[in-house]
């Protein structure tokens, strides 16, 4: 089993910064993927970056060049820059066994990130 505990969430004006951090704990040897989700108010949960043990990242395109996923051993980040008040949502940090979270995959309880002036 692992558990995932995001930090890093709150309240920031549009065009500023915000980093958060999801540290896992327990079977962190397990662990091949981890990623960010993020959940807007009526919409479907999406993927925007995911970080494989190999240290490559992959971003979806609403937040390539303005978000980085970085890993140290067994704590993800997401350094989000640039923000836009159509990026809040709550944030989700997932951790899986295999590439792209198929098969035994864990989730974090979410951190909310609100983008208003």
């Known amino acids: 089993q692992v558990q995932l505990v995001e930090s890093g969430g709150g309240l920031v004006q549009p065009g500023g910064s915000l980093t958060l951090s999801c540290a896992a704990s327990?079977?962190?040897?397990?662990?091949?993927?981890m990623g960010w989700y993020r959940q807007a108010p009526g919409k479907a949960r999406e993927l925007i970056a995911h970080i494989a043990n190999s240290g490559n990242p992959n971003y979806a395109d609403s937040v390539k060049g303005r978000f980085t996923v970085s890993r140290v051993e067994n704590t993800v980040y997401l350094q989000m820059n640039s923000l836009k008040p159509e990026d809040a949502a709550v944030y989700y940090c997932?951790?899986?066994?295999?590439?792209?979270?198929?098969?035994?995959?864990?989730w974090g309880q979410g951190t909310q990130v609100t983008v208003s002036s």
């Open positions: 997932r951790g899986g066994e295999r590439p792209l979270f198929v098969g035994t995959n864990y």
């Open positions: 327990g079977s962190v040897f397990s662990l091949h993927a």
